[in-house]
Every structure is written in C-alpha cells, then in structure tokens.
C-alpha cells in the first residue's frame, strides 16, 4: 500500500482497529456504514492548513493519525494556540452545526490522516443517526471545556511563568504520568509554538525554561521534560 | 416582587423562539415530566466551578452570569446567560466537573433536570440532541470569542465583557 508522508492509511473506517478507543469514531454499525459512505480519506503533510478562522465551513475533519494545532490569529499577526489536537477528534464542528465561519485556524503539526465530511452530508448524517448526534454532543461538551479552562488560564493567570507552570502540570497529568512524582513529557512544541500557547513571546519561554532547569524544577533530556519538582511548579502555577 | 411560577412547559408561551425549548410534542411531553420548576431569587448560585454535574438547569426568565475564578478569588465572566438557555450542559454530558460558576443576577424561573433523565432523554429524542448539539456550538462559538478576546485583546463581537 500506499504510504504519503510516511503515514500508513487507513483506508476504511469498518476495518479501523483504533475506533473503538476513540469517542466520535466509535459508531453504532449501521451510523459507521452510512459515515464510511460520505467521508474523504486524505493525507496532509505536516503544515497543511485544513481550514483558515473567518472561512465559511466547508464540513468536518476527523482526525485519524498526527496532530493538529488550532490557533486565533489577530490581525496584527499575533497568534494563540488554543489546542493541539489528538487523533479522534473532530475538527470545524461547531462551524459545520451553526452554519458560522471556523473560529479557528487548524495546521497539521505532524504528518497526518484527516477523514473529511461535507457540511451537508454530515448534517443529514446527524439527523439521521441519533447516536452519532449524542457522541457529537459530547465531543462539542469537551471542546467547551477546554475553551473555558483555556480562558481561565489567560485570563486570571498573574504572569507568564503562571500560565507555562499551569501548561506543564496540565501536560504533566496525561497519558499515565499523573501519579508520578517525576512525571515525564515529550515536548513536541518549540519554544515559539508554548509562547503562543500561552499568549507570551519565544523570549520569555526561553527564559522562564531556563530558570526552572535552574532552579531544578524541570530537567531536559533530548525532547523529553521531567518535572523533577511538581510541589515547585504548582506553588509557581497558584501565583504563591 | 417574584412572578407566579409557570409550571408546565406546553403552555409557556415563550417557548417557540427557544432553541432548546422548542420540541416536538412527544419531546416536550416527556420533557415537562422530567423537569421540575422552581422560583431562585437573585444571586443563587446554580452550580459552582468544580463541583460534579448532577443536574441541567434551563433558565425560563432572568439572567445568569457565567463566570471562572483563579485560586485567589479573582472572577472572570465568561458571558450573561439569557431566558431559554440551557445551562451545565457540557459538563453534563461529558460528565466532568462544571467548569464555570453560574450565578443568578435576577430572581428566575429554573427548569432542573437530572443529569441521568437529561441523557437518557437525549438518547431517546433526536430532535432535542440535534437542538442540544446547535446549542453547544452556539457555546462554543461565545466561548473561542471570549479567548480571543482575553488572549489577544479583541473580540469579533461588540460584547466585551471584563474582569471584575
């Protein structure tokens, strides 16, 4: 088979064997028949911009393989990434429900696999399918939260080193690493892509990481973080 | 002075420009059997930041403000929640913790309904996860405008709300 970009395609969803892990992918037979018929399996390389904030919404992406950045852009140029995503997640959603422009940018960051849905087709496809409305339901309810708690941290964070503190512990509590006492994570972020991230300059972070190794709060090893002082970071992250 | 309570939804007449509450009859049926309705005065708190979902509450009258808190105490408000909104939505569906704090700025008529007839209620009426999913779309469009403003400093609509 075919591999662009290095990725292995997954051609159809009916032989996927991630689906049943993922919260949208995880269809009822007859919904993952009807999904299979609409969508558009497509490789992006990384950098591909799936869709542009202000764009009316062509439909929906589903994320198969890589990652995706979404970000908001001022007209000044200044941007703010709001999230990178993870594959399983539905990109353009709301745009695609309300009929109202994307809210966001969305990038490949990665290589990635981007299963894509018209906006017509994926609205009959709600209506016709009630489990795929309530897995759309809670896919949306997700994204709400991570926008509040997104606006919790820009909003009521004191400093810079507050917001990359709370963005560390935040990464710091995925994928196992929570319970740790030295819980390790893989930076795939450059300095500019966590000041964006935390509405700050390259400068800062740059900074701010420095004086945690100094500290010896954090340690770098290659690309991999290790929180070697989570009490230090969360007295850093409650602004105390 | 406090309004009489309206009790059932099929003869509120605000009812037909309400996204949510606009359901058809069988729906709207089964929905006025689950909820029920209660008068708050001013300042109740309907659910607070950080406590589980047990409950949806749609708000028939009055004003809620949506508002996150830092561990000091300093509040931001998300945005004012007006009649016909559903609130608790996302945090019950995705059954994690609220993640806003929603507070009464008026005394209010509140639909409640639990977080288990709401889902199951969902799950049985299309019609009204199909509004549910418009209604999370509309919060979601609000809350990205509210980082952008609170990121960069502006927002696409002429509401701005500050920190207070």
């Known amino acids: 088979m075919l591999s662009p970009y290095g990725l292995d395609i997954i051609e159809s969803c009916l032989t996927c064997k991630l689906r049943t892990e993922r919260l949208f992918c995880d269809l009822s037979a007859a919904a993952l028949q009807t999904f299979e018929s609409i969508k558009y399996a497509t490789a992006y390389p990384k950098g591909a911009v799936l869709f542009v904030e202000g764009q009316a919404p062509r439909g929906i992406f589903v994320l198969c393989k890589g990652r995706v950045k979404l970000s908001i852009c001022a007209t000044d140029g200044k941007t703010l990434i709001v999230k990178i995503t993870e594959p399983g997640e539905v990109l353009g959603l709301s745009a695609t429900v309300s009929g109202k422009p994307y809210e966001l940018t969305a990038e490949t960051i990665d290589p990635s696999q981007v299963n894509f849905v018209k906006r017509d087709d994926f609205l009959r496809f709600l209506k016709e399918h009630s489990d795929a409305c309530f897995k759309v339901a809670e896919q949306l309810s997700e994204k709400y939260n991570t926008a509040c708690h997104e606006v919790r941290s820009l909003g009521l964070s004191h400093s810079a080193g507050e917001k990359l503190a709370k963005l560390l512990l935040d990464w710091g509590s995925k994928n196992g690493e929570a319970a740790k006492v030295e819980p390790h994570l893989k930076l795939a972020l450059t300095h500019e892509e966590i000041a964006q991230m935390i509405g700050t300059s390259r400068e800062t972070v740059t900074r701010l990481f420095a004086d945690l190794k100094k500290r010896q709060i954090v340690q770098t090893k290659g690309s991999t973080l290790v929180i070697r002082n989570k009490t230090a970071l969360k007295l850093i992250a409650s602004n105390n | 002075m406090e309004s009489a309570t309206q009790v059932s939804c099929l003869e509120c007449v605000g009812r037909p420009g309400r996204l949510f509450c606009d359901l058809p009859a069988e729906a709207l049926q089964e929905f006025d059997v689950l909820k029920s309705v209660n008068q708050y005065p001013r300042a109740t708190v309907l659910f607070r930041e950080g406590q589980p979902a047990q409950n ?109």
């Not at chain 2, 929603?102 to 509140?110: K, M, R």
């Not at chain 2, 288990?116 to 799950?123: K, T, W, Y």
């Not at chain 2, 919060?139 to 609170?150: E, G, I, K, T």
């Open chain 2, 56 to 164: 949806v509450f749609v708000l028939c009258n009055g004003r809620v403000r949506l508002s996150v808190c830092s561990e000091s105490g300093r509040r931001l408000t998300l945005r004012i929640a007006g009649p016909g909104e559903v609130l608790g939505l996302s945090a019950s569906l995705s059954g994690s913790p609220h993640e806003m704090t929603a507070e009464l700025l008026a005394n209010a008529q509140v639909a409640l309904v639990k977080r288990r007839d709401l889902l199951r209620f969902l799950h049985e009426h299309r019609e009204a996860c199909l509004q549910v999913v418009s209604l999370l779309s509309q919060d979601l469009h609000f809350a990205y405008d509210r980082v952008r403003s609170v990121g960069l400093g502006r927002s696409r609509r002429s509401r701005v709300l500050r920190p207070h």
